[in-house]
């Protein structure tokens, strides 16, 4: 089973600003990685999909990188509705294991 | 519009079983790959179990595995998630789950249904 580790547990930073939230996998995993936003009270939304190809819809702002086993999130000028819990989750093979979640606070 | 409805969550006690069940519309439900993902109280996202578009191919988490099955029917376009031997740690919101096409990624969630396992 691959296991995804995100770092940092929760992350404090003000509007305006840049965030970068990470995901390391415990193997390569061809780039099959997946981030999504969650909200209290919310199913999670998919917002990158296959490291950095944004989903329908989402904003500019959402970018992925990464490749092999190391892969991140930046959010370049973080709004209001931004502030979530972000997951990162590989599909390269079963069972899609997730990483812990990244908090993002103000 | 994509819509996944999923019923059947609610109080068993340990060692019950519950069945899930997600009604699925606005889309070819027999073209995509599906999961059940499940979200404890304040904890995480743990995926639990997923099938293939056909139903031929199915994976559990080794959390459930031996204890829950997945399955799916086509012609209802219906998901549906059996567990038994419950146990409190299984107290969750469970959320059905639809895959990109061709993409293991999740593209549409289900608001989820809460199963509670307690004497």
């Known amino acids: 089973e691959i296991v995804m580790t995100q770092s940092p547990a929760t992350l404090s930073v003000s509007a305006g600003e840049r965030a970068t939230l990470s995901c390391r996998a415990s193997?390569?995993?061809?780039?099959?990685i997946a981030w999504y936003q969650q909200k209290p009270g919310q199913a999670p939304r998919l917002l990158i999909f296959g490291a950095s190809t944004r989903a329908t819809g989402i904003p500019a702002r959402f970018s992925g990188n990464g490749s092999g086993t190391e892969f991140t999130l930046t959010i370049s000028s973080l709004q209001s509705e931004d502030f979530a819990v972000y997951y990162c989750q590989h599909y390269d093979n079963w069972p899609h294991t997730f990483g812990q979640g990244t908090k993002l606070e103000i | 519009e994509v819509q996944l409805a999923e019923s059947g969550g609610g109080l068993v006690q340990p060692g019950g079983s519950l069945r899930l069940s997600c009604a699925a519309s606005g889309f070819t439900f027999s073209t995509h790959a599906m999961s059940w993902v499940r979200q404890a109280p304040g904890k995480g996202l743990e995926w639990i179990s997923g099938?293939?578009?056909?139903?031929?191919?199915?994976k559990n988490a080794d959390a459930v595995k031996g204890r829950f099955t997945i399955s799916r029917d086509n012609s209802r376009n219906t998901l549906f998630l059996q567990m038994d031997s419950l146990r409190a740690e299984d107290t969750a919101v469970y959320y059905c789950s639809k895959q990109l096409w061709g993409v293991g990624a999740i593209d549409f969630w289900g608001q989820g249904t809460l199963v509670t396992v307690s004497p």
């Open positions: 193997q390569s995993i061809n780039s099959k």
């Open positions: 099938i293939t578009a056909d139903g031929v191919h199915t």
